[in-house]
């Protein structure tokens, strides 16, 4: 009987999107801490459950040919970049296992899942960054699967802009004793340069000197003992509020955008480029389209499709700074035929369209969603997913209202860590039979 802190020998056949090896330990499944496929390992048992075990690496005996020394030092205590120590390459054969696996466990047998876009870039992508603060004003990550925080001062995926303002802000928490500050949340717009510094506090007011001089200042107001990072009220206390960042590059001028903290916006510019222009691609929008796009943020992809076709579009988000965002956005890029409705897609009526774009959280859509954008009979429903999981659930009782799709594009949105991004086209049968 296997036991707590028994030692084996484990070859490892497989990595998870956690970025747990497998392998098995007298017949039992077993997930290992700091393992690579093709790894043979000398593992320490340090979970016994009823169907499986957790291990961690004691000593590598053969290493695997995608094994590769991390970038980063803490990667390994911190567990946010799951694949620091593989080969890019492999990665990306990795998650195109995830999402093919997710299709086809849900059934969808004739679903083609595409090679995985990418823009090859996997350091200093992220544009948004959120750090908890600790006693003593310890700044970083916290490690996997506990409340204990690893310093960071220079994570190797976020903007490389954030690297100086994240010292200068721990010398003022420091320096002044501030000890109210429960996160330090970061934004920059890639293409504008534009910085913004948000401090969430747990009290009503912080006196701010001698920050750096960037975009936006803002304080989050959040006392509540939870474990959600953002409060409901912000205070600006230096600049609009906002950052500016152009997404659409290859339109002339691009789709400028002003993003408030607390609205919606896709952490890798680079590869939210590839996913919009997948998205037109594969659309076929016709001028006159009537489009709504449901949990809308700050009306990115909309008005991204919109400075290419004439279309009739309306945006709803239930977040109001989003909506506020995405009214501007329609006005200061001089697209018409815009709406945007601060509103619960859950709950709200939706009208007729021609097309509905969805791109919900990762929990995916609720099933009476899914039968309501299913009356209204839409042409075709673009599902842009954040978690193959849940995309393939969706996918499937979708299906059962007569709408399909026969192929997924995914985007490497998040190299290094276990998530993927995902786009499909569902197209409505001629038929229009719907479940009972």
Known sequence: MVKKNDIFTVEVTDINNLGYGIGRIEGIVTFITGAVDGD???VRVIKVCRDYLIAKTEKIIKKSPY???????????????????????HELLLKYNYVNTAIKKAGLKDVAVHNILSTG???????????????????????????????????????????????????????????????????????????????VINQ????????????????????????????????????????TDIVGTDIIGGVK?????????????????????????????????????????IGAIGLYLAKRKNIILTGIDIIPEAIYDAKTNAEINNIPNTEFICGDADNDNINQADVI????????????????????????????????????RDLLIFSGYNYNTNE?????MFPRTGHVETVTLLRRKQDDSKKN
């Open 204 to 243: 009503d007011d912080l006196p701010i000197k001698n920050l750096p001089d960037v975009k936006s200042i803002v304080l989050n107001i959040n006392k509540a003992e939870t474990n959600v990072i953002l409060g409901d009220i912000y205070i600006t206390v230096h600049g609009d509020g906002y950052i």
């Open 357 to 392: 774009i969805i791109d919900p959280p990762r929990k995916g859509c609720t099933k009476s969603l899914i039968s309501r954008i299913c009356e209204v009979l839409p042409e075709k429903i673009l599902y842009v997913s954040c978690n193959p999981d849940t995309l393939a």
């Open 408 to 412: 997924i594009f995914p985007v490497d």
């Open 121 to 199: 870039e996997t350091d200093g992508y992220r544009n948004k960054v959120q750090y908890p603060v600790g006693e003593n004003n310890i700044i970083g990550y916290y490690s996997n699967h506990s409340h204990n925080i690893i310093e960071v001062e220079n994570c190797p995926l976020q903007s490389r802009a954030f690297d100086p303002i994240l010292i200068a802000v721990k010398n003022f928490l420091r320096k002044n004793s501030i000890n109210c500050v429960r996160h330090i949340y970061l934004r920059h717009g890639k293409m504008t340069g534009d910085i913004m510094i948000c401090l």
């Open 67 to 89: 094994r590769i020394e991390s970038v980063c030092g803490v990667s390994m205590r911190c567990g946010g970049c799951v694949f620091q120590n593989i080969t890019y390459e």
């Open 40 to 42: 043979v390992l000398e």
């Open 257 to 297: 955008l002003n993003i408030s903290a607390p609205a919606f916006y896709q952490v890798n510019h680079g590869a939210m480029e590839l996913l919009y222009s997948k998205i037109y691609d594969i659309f076929d929008l016709h001028d006159g389209d009537k489009v709504i796009d449901l949990f809308c943020g």
